[in-house]
């Protein structure tokens, strides 16, 4: 919820929480809290065509373990 918030506010959201600590700390943390916002606004956004799918679903596809290439 800060990530949204922040990005609608322009703020960091560290500020938001308002977290003291280290500037490497509070830049960590907003990276960690901007990936997950990244990450939910992309599974969020339908794809435009079926070619954009196939593309979604081939980048996140690895092989299952043990198997043999």
């Known amino acids: 919820m ?8 322009h703020t960091r959201p560290s500020d938001l ?3 003291r600590g280290s500037e ?3 830049f960590v943390l907003d990276a960690m809290i901007f990936s997950e916002i990244a990450n939910e606004l ?3 956004r339908p794809p435009k065509s079926t070619k ?9 596809w690895r092989p ?3 198997m043999i290439a």
């Not at 800060?2 to 506010?9: D, I, K």
């Open 2 to 9: 800060a990530g949204r918030m922040a990005l609608m506010t």
């Open 17 to 19: 929480l308002g977290f």
């Open 24 to 26: 490497l700390e509070r």
């Open 42 to 44: 992309e599974r969020a």
């Open 52 to 60: 954009e799918l196939v593309r979604r679903k081939r980048a996140r």
């Open 64 to 66: 299952p373990r043990g």
